[in-house]
Every structure is written in C-alpha cells, then in structure tokens.
C-alpha cells in the first residue's frame, strides 16, 4: 500500500527556517503534481504552495517570497522551505500529491498523515 509520508516538522521561533519533505512510502515509478497544504486549529485545511509535474510553482498570498516548493524527480520527493516563519504559520502541514506506482498503472491521489509545525513568538 502506497502512503504519502511528510517529514521536517518541528518548533521554531519566529524568523526560523524549517524544510519540509514529502515522499512516497515505497518505490513507484513517479510522482505528477503535488500541493502543500495547512491546517490551523478552528480553520479550513488551505493550500500554500503547489508544483507541476514540469516544476511550474505557485503559492498562496500569504507565503509568497518566503516559502519555496521544489522537486527531486529522480527520488520521488518534494520539498517546501519555510523561511522567516511567523506564528500564524503554525499548523499541520499536509501534501497531496497524485502518484503513479508502475509505469502501466494510472496515477492516483494520495494525502499525507501530516507533519506539525509550531512557531513560537
């Protein structure tokens, strides 16, 4: 069974930097687009960033010139950079991704389990 695993969360204060990761749990033959999103206590889950298969990019207002996302085709991974985190960032962090596991298999949506990031002020 193919699981979406996010790792990277953690605390930092204000200002800190955290790189997220987002992986599949087992081999497969490749992953297409992929969202980050967030999930705050009391608020609706928000996507923050997405990236095409071809590594087009874009992010919500919020995160713009402060978080990247980026890709690593050849292991399957996807990466978002958080620099100059503030407390309002704070939240679960899920990716989202559609993945294909062979090469004849059709590509198919995952969630992750979600990593907690906590900013402290």
């Known amino acids: 069974q193919v699981q979406l695993v996010e790792s990277g969360g953690g605390l930092v204060q204000a200002g800190g930097s955290l790189r997220l990761s987002c992986a599949a749990s087992?081999?497969?033959?490749?992953?297409?687009?992929v969202g980050w999103y967030r999930q705050a206590p009391g608020k609706q889950r928000e996507l923050v960033a997405a990236?095409?298969?071809?590594?087009?990019?874009n992010y919500a207002d919020s995160v713009k010139g402060r978080f990247t996302v980026s890709r690593d085709n050849a292991k399957n991974t996807v990466y978002l950079q958080m620099n100059n985190l503030k407390p309002e960032d704070a939240a679960v962090y899920y990716c989202n991704a559609d993945l294909k596991k062979t090469y004849y298999s059709s590509y198919d949506n995952y969630w992750g389990q979600g990593t907690q990031v906590t900013v402290s002020s």
């Open positions: 990236i095409t298969s071809g590594g087009t990019t």
């Open positions: 087992i081999s497969i033959f490749s992953i297409n687009g």
